[in-house]
T-cell receptor
Framework: SAVISQKPSRDICQRGTSLTIQCQVD?????MFWYRQQPGQSLTLIAT?????????ESGFVIDKFPISRPNLTFSTLTVSNMSPEDSSIYLC??????????FGPGTRLTVT | AQSVTQLGSHVSVSEGALVLLRCNYS??????LFWYVQYPNQGLQLLLK??????LVKGINGFEAEFKKSETSFHLTKPSAHMSDAAEYFC?????????????FGQGTELSVKP
């Protein structure tokens, strides 16, 4: 299994600003993922992040709004750009395990005012 | 394409009673199936997984699930509920590398445990 940490754990931001969320894995992994979870709802995949290539975004998510970096096999960042109150949510990162399971970080709770 | 349906968004049981959370999936390829638990203000924790082999899989905290291909189901059970089991539970399916390792999640079932 993998242990994943995220920073910050929570933040309150003003509309129009950007926030970068960091995700650190305790071992090397090929694939990492970023999800959004709105209160009381399930997870929605934002993008898949592979080291050495551009992230692959799901329908409804674009790179200009959610730029992702994956500089090495243990680290990734997600930026939420030009934020609006609709971006208030929990953002989770995960790493792919050996049997296609994913291991999740504790999440970043974002409130946009 | 793959999909997951969790029957019942809220399930309430008494402490000591059987827990049964239902999950049905759709997959065009042999599925990898997972159950996750999410406690308030925390991330998701893997409870158990089915990849290949034995169809009855045991997980952490006394939970188990049975893969039934003919019924396209992967229901989660626990013989005796404990107060600490109160949480949100998610069923998920993966097609493995056929779909880039992505997980498709159900809508979740909130389990309440009454004393």
């Amino acid at each position: 299994s993998a242990v994943i940490s995220q920073k910050p754990s929570r933040d309150i931001c003003q509309r129009g600003t950007s926030l970068t969320i960091q995700c650190q894995v305790d071992s090397q992994v090929t694939m990492m993922f970023w999800y959004r979870q709105q209160p009381g709802q399930s997870l929605t995949l934002i993008a898949t992040a592979n080291q050495g290539s551009e992230a692959t975004y799901e329908s409804g998510f674009v790179i200009d709004k959610f730029p992702i970096s994956r500089p090495n096999l243990t680290f990734s960042t997600l930026t939420v750009s030009n934020m609006s109150p609709e971006d208030s949510s929990i953002y989770l990162c995960s790493a792919l395990g050996d049997s296609y399971e994913q291991y999740f970080g504790p999440g970043t709770r974002l409130t946009v005012t | 394409a793959q999909s997951v349906t969790q029957l019942g968004s809220h399930v309430s049981v008494s402490e000591g009673a059987l827990v049964l959370l239902r999950c049905n999936y759709s997959s065009s390829v042999p599925p990898y199936l997972f159950w996750y638990v999410q406690y308030p203000n925390q991330g998701l924790q893997l409870l158990l997984k089915y990849t290949t082999g034995a169809t009855l899989v045991k997980g952490i905290n006394g939970f188990e699930a049975e893969f039934k291909k003919s019924e396209t189901s992967f229901h989660l059970t626990k013989p005796s509920a404990h107060m600490s089991d109160a949480a949100e539970y998610f069923c998920a399916v993966s097609a493995g590398y056929n779909q880039g390792g992505k997980l498709i999640f159900g809508q979740g079932t909130e389990l309440s445990v009454k004393p």
